[in-house]
DNA sequence: CTCGAACGAGAGCACTGCTCTCTCTCGCGC
DNA sequence: GCGCGAGAGAGAGCAGTGCTCTCGTTCGAG
C-alpha cells in the first residue's frame, strides 16, 4: 500500500531521504556537534527554512539519523549471526560481538550519537525503542538456543538479585532460566563498555593490540552468560575453567 | 613560592577559578553542548571578549572541566577507598565502584564530559592522563595488595593474548602476574559500561532494581581479575563459584 | 616614576537554529 | 477538464553563538 502513492508523496520521502543521506554524511565527517541544518540545506541546493518542511526541528533531524543507526548496527549483527549460523552458541556469540565492535569503528560519529551522550534534552523518545533492541535480541536468541541444546549454563545469583532476575528474564527472554536475564543485560552494558572504551580513546597507550583483547573479553563475557565451548577447539584458547 | 605573589596574579587565579566555577554550574544544569562562553561572561558581568582573556577558546574552557571532573571522580574513588582501607580486598573493590557510580549518578553531566563521546575535534590532550589514571591506578592498588597476601587468583588467558597482556602489566602494573594487566584494563572498561548504560538512560524499564545488580556485576568484574572472597561473609552472597 | 604588559569594553564578522511571510505551482476532488 | 487549496520553496529577519580586533585604562615591575 505505500509503494502506490501520488508523485507529491513520492517526491517527499525522496527529499526527506537526500536530507538524512547528506546530514549523514556531515555526520560522519564533522560529528553531531557540527551538524548544521543550513549546511545541509546549503549543500541540497536549498534554502535552510525549506528543510524545516520535513523535520521540524534539529533534534528531530539527529532522532531520525539515531534510529538509522541503530538499524544499522543492528542489522550487521543479525547479518553477521545468520553468517555462523550453524555454528556453536559460543562461536556465534564472539562473531557479533565483533561485529559490533566492527561497526563501531567503521562509524564512530553515529555510535557516539547512539551510545555516547545523550544529545538533547534527555532520553531519546519511545520511536527508537525497537531498533536499538535489535542486537541485544540477538544475543539473547544465541543463549536461548544454547539453552534450548542443553548447554547453557549461568552462573548463580546471590539471593536479593532473584527477584529482579526473574522480572528480567521473564520481560526480555522468556523460557530462558531466570538468572540468565540479569547475566545478558550485564553482558550487553559491557560490551559496549569496552567497545565504547576503544573507540572514545581511553585505551590509547593503554591496550596496543586490540583484536586479541577484545576477542578474549568478548569470550569471558559469553561464559558470564553460561556459555561454554562444546569441545575445546584450540589448545587452551577457549578453554579457561572461569 | 604559589602562595605569595602580586595582587594581579592572585586576581587572575581567582577569576579563572570564578569562571570554571560558573562553568562547571552551566554543564551541570544544561550540559555541555549549552555551555556558552557569553552566558558564562554575563553572569560573571563582564563582557564575553574579556573572558578570552583567560582561556585561550571554549574548547580549552572544556578541557579544563574535563581536567577537573576526572580529579573529582578520582578524588571520590579514593576516599571511598581510604573508608574502608582494613578491608579485604573484594570489600574494596566493590566500594570503590560503587563510589564510581554514586560519583556519576551525581554528576551526570561531568561523567558525560569525560566517558561520553569525545566533544571536540577528538582525544583530549595529554594533560588530562594523570587525572584520568586515579580511578584505575585505585583499583591496581587493590588487586596488587591482594596478591601481596597472596590471594590473587587471576584466570588464565589464550596464548594469542600473553605478550600483549604481559606489555600492560609492566606498563601499567608492574609487579602483579602478567595475565593480570589485561583482566583490569577489562574491567575497568566493563564498569565504565555498566555506569554509562545506566547513566545514558540504556536501562531504563530494563533494570529497574539497579543498586543490586550493579553490586553483583561489580562482583563478578572482582572475581575476572582474580579478586575471591577470603573466607564466606553472608549466606551465599559472595560465593557464588562464577 | 615610567613604560609596557595585562585587562576590560565594545563593535563587528560569520555563523547557527528557527519563525514568519510571501509567492508559486502542482495535483486532487469535484 | 478545471479550480482551488494544500504543499513547497524563497527570503528576510531575530536572537543567539564563538571569536577577533581595536581602543582606552590601569597596575606594578624595573
Partial sequence: ???????????????????????????AKEGAAKLSLRAVARELGMVSSALYRYFPSRDELLTALITDAYDSLGEAAESAHEAVAGAEPLVRWTAVCEAVRAWALAHPH???????SPVPGYSAPRTTVPAAAR??????????????????????????????????????APGLPS??????????????????????????RVV?????????????????????????????????RT
Fill in 110 to 116: 553515529e555510535y557516539a550519537l547512539i551510545y555516547g
Fill in 135 to 172: 542486537v541485544g535480541l540477538v544475543l539473547i536468541g544465541i543463549v536461548r538456543d544454547a539453552h534450548e541444546r542443553g548447554e547453557l549454563a549461568v552462573p548463580p545469583l546471590p539471593p536479593e538479585l532473584l527477584g529482579e532476575a526473574g522480572r528480567m528474564t521473564a520481560e526480555l
Fill in 208 to 240: 596496543e593490540d586490540r583484536e586479541p583483547f577484545f576477542r578474549h573479553a568478548v569470550v569471558r563475557l559469553a561464559h558470564g552468560v553460561g556459555l561454554r565451548p562444546a569441545r575445546p577447539e584450540g589448545p587452551g584458547a577457549l578453554t579457561e
Fill in 1 to 27: 500500500m505505500s509503494t502506490v502513492k501520488g508523485a507529491r508523496a513520492r517526491a517527499r520521502t525522496e527529499i526527506t531521504a537526500a536530507i538524512k543521506d547528506e546530514a549523514r554524511r556531515q555526520l
Fill in 179 to 204: 538468572e540468565a536475564g540479569a547475566a545478558l543485560v550485564a553482558a550487553w552494558a559491557q560490551l559496549f563498555g569496552l567497545v565504547g572504551f576503544e573507540l572514545f580513546g581511553h585505551f590509547n
